[in-house]
């Protein structure tokens, strides 16, 4: 059974950082991508960053570039997003998705499995 859980969500304010984990079973994670999403209340669900497990590209959204970074412990199978400079409208529920032919998050496509999400918040 695929199983993907995610940690390390929590309140920070504004500028602080926090570390996300989406630990990996039931399935061959070098074979797999791993995307992390997030959706805030009333809006659509964005793709945050994304890694491709054959070549390694890695997508940030816009939003996060410069502040935001991925990471992957292959022997731990585990995806890693550290969050700096956080901002009040990081605030949201983060999940973590993967996908065995799909590694794009930047929009229209749908990752196969999905993690159960962690809360983000970030006071002002």
């Known amino acids: 059974e695929v199983q993907l859980v995610e940690s390390g969500g929590g309140l920070v304010q504004a500028g602080g950082s926090l570390r996300l984990s989406c630990a990996a079973s039931g399935f061959t994670f070098d074979d797999y991508n791993i995307a992390w999403f997030r959706q805030a209340p009333g809006k659509e669900r964005e793709g945050v960053s994304c890694i491709s497990s054959s070549t390694g590209t890695i997508y940030y959204a816009d939003s996060v570039k410069g502040r935001f970074t991925i990471s992957s412990d292959n022997a731990k199978t585990t995806v890693y997003l550290q969050m700096n400079s956080l901002k009040p409208e990081d605030t949201a529920v983060y999940y973590c998705?993967?996908?065995?032919?799909?590694?794009?998050?930047?929009?229209?496509?749908?990752?196969?499995?999905w993690g159960q999400g962690t809360q983000v918040t970030v006071s002002s």
């Open positions: 998705a993967a996908d065995r032919d799909i590694w794009y998050c930047g929009g229209g496509y749908e990752f196969d499995y």
